[in-house]
């Protein structure tokens, strides 16, 4: 199986950044997972945030467009987020995930982390 851990989150005023982090243990190679943060906020539906595929390939959500940037450094097993001009709505508990290309498309990974809180105040 693998592990996740979650690093950077914290409170910061809106027009900051924060760098998110993700660890992952995997017994196989981590370069052939597809990895990805999704994020929550109270009350909210589960959103799926950013993602970068084995080849490099990122999506992103339309609203975080511009402001994140989403990278990995497979010699580290990590992934990271890398989050700037933030805004209050940005505000929510974001969580790494892992899978294949396909189970993030379809926003059903077969691991997850325990999330990080992000708070921007206003």
């Known amino acids: 199986q693998v592990q996740l851990v979650e690093s950077g989150g914290g409170l910061v005023q809106a027009g900051g950044s924060l760098r998110l982090s993700c660890v992952a243990s995997v017994r196989t190679v981590f370069s052939t997972y597809a990895m990805a943060w999704f994020r929550q906020a109270p009350g909210k539906e589960l959103e799926s945030v950013a993602a970068?595929?084995?080849?490099?390939?990122?999506n992103y959500l339309d609203s975080v467009k511009g402001r994140f940037t989403v990278s990995r450094d497979n010699a580290k097993n990590t992934v990271y987020l890398q989050m700037n001009s933030l805004k209050p709505e940005d505000t929510a508990v974001y969580y790494c995930?892992?899978?294949?290309?396909?189970?993030?498309?379809?926003?059903?990974?077969?691991?997850w982390g325990q999330g990080t809180q992000v708070t921007v105040s206003s």
């Open positions: 970068i595929f084995s080849n490099y390939t990122t």
């Open positions: 995930a892992a899978g294949s290309a396909t189970v993030i498309v379809r926003k059903a990974p077969f691991y």
